[in-house]
Structure formats: C-alpha cells, structure tokens
C-alpha cells in the first residue's frame, strides 16, 4: 500500500505564493504518472497538472505559466509551485499517483488533500 501526505497548503493574499508538498510512503517498484488535482466546492475534480512517464508534463490553462510541477526522488516527494495565486485557485489541492506496489498490478494512490484558499 502506497500512503500520500500533503502539506504547504494554507491562507494567502492573491499574488503570493505556496508551494505544495506530496511525501510517498510505502513501497513503490514503478511509477507510472504523477500529478495535481483540485475540487472547490460544488465543482468537479479537476487536473492541475499531470506527468506520465515517457511524456511531458501537461498544465491546465488556467493555471499555466504560474504553476509548476516538480518531483524530488531521494525525498520521495512531489512539488507543485503555485505563483501569482488568484481566488479562483482556491479549492482542496490532491497529490496522486499510478504507480505499481507490493501487488503484481499497478494502482490509482490519492493524499487526503489540501486546502489552498486565496483572498484578500
């Protein structure tokens, strides 16, 4: 079983900056796609950012030119950088990732989320 925390998350004026954090635990022999998602309230999930292996990693429009998404594998770690934040990017922030285990088959993995709430 593969455990996914996340934490930077937080309150921040429009224009300022956070940077997620999205620590992996347990076993992983193969990781096939990594990324960020958000929900707001009354909204659908949707993709932030998303990185498969063997492809470059792809942003949505809105959020593109202002957020990056980064991975540290001695740390075991996944980074989102969110600059130039704006109220519209408020929401519960999600870490996932399709990697394969201890089981012979690979698997959907989600962190429990993050609230990133923008306001002045």
């Known amino acids: 079983q593969v455990h996914l925390v996340e934490s930077g998350g937080g309150l921040v004026q429009p224009g300022e900056s956070l940077r997620l954090s999205c620590v992996a635990s347990g076993t992983i022999f193969s990781m096939n796609a990594m990324g960020w998602y958000r929900q707001a309230p009354g909204k659908a999930r949707e993709v932030v950012a998303l990185?498969?292996?063997?492809?470059?990693?792809t942003y949505a429009d809105h959020v593109k030119g202002r957020f990056t998404l980064s991975r540290d594998n001695a740390k075991r770690t996944i980074y989102l950088q969110m600059n130039n934040l704006k109220p519209e990017d408020t929401a519960v922030y999600y870490c996932?990732?399709?990697?394969?285990?201890?089981?012979?088959?690979?698997?959907?993995?989600w962190g429990q989320g993050i609230q990133v709430t923008v306001s002045s």
């Open positions: 996932h990732v399709n990697a394969r285990g201890l089981q012979s088959r690979s698997a959907d993995y």
């Open positions: 990185s498969t292996v063997g492809l470059s990693t």
